[in-house]
């Protein structure tokens, strides 16, 4: 089981930024996928990014053209940017490896986002 460790997170205003990071206890290249997930209370968790091991990424329609996924320099690190960012996005976001071999999900513990006047 991959260990996952989110920072980032914190209170912001609209319109403002924030990037999180998820550093893994080992390399999460292929077969691994990693990807951001969020739930905001009283709802259910949701896809928000994921990006592959050559680097394409996949967004949650909501969050096209003000978020942006990507991978660290190390083979253990994934980032959120997040831009433009609405009380909507206001959530605790979640860092996720699926071993695509086997099926298997690794999760972090999470890292709030509150967006915020």
């Known amino acids: 089981q991959v260990r996952l460790v989110e920072s980032g997170g914190g209170l912001v205003q609209p319109g403002g930024s924030l990037r999180l990071a998820c550093e893994a206890s080992e390399s999460i290249q292929s077969p691994y996928m990693p990807a951001w997930f969020r739930q905001a209370p009283g709802k259910q968790r949701e896809f928000v990014a994921s990006?592959?091991?050559?680097?394409?990424?996949n967004y949650l329609t909501a969050v096209k053209g003000r978020f942006a996924i990507s991978r660290g320099t190390t083979q253990n690190t994934i980032y959120l940017q997040m831009n433009d960012l609405k009380p909507e996005d206001t959530a605790l976001y979640y860092c996720?490896?699926?071993?695509?071999?086997?099926?298997?999900?690794?999760w972090g513990q999470g890292t709030q986002v509150t967006v915020s006047s």
């Open positions: 996720n490896v699926r071993n695509l071999r086997s099926g298997y999900d690794s």
């Open positions: 990006i592959t091991s050559v680097g394409i990424p």
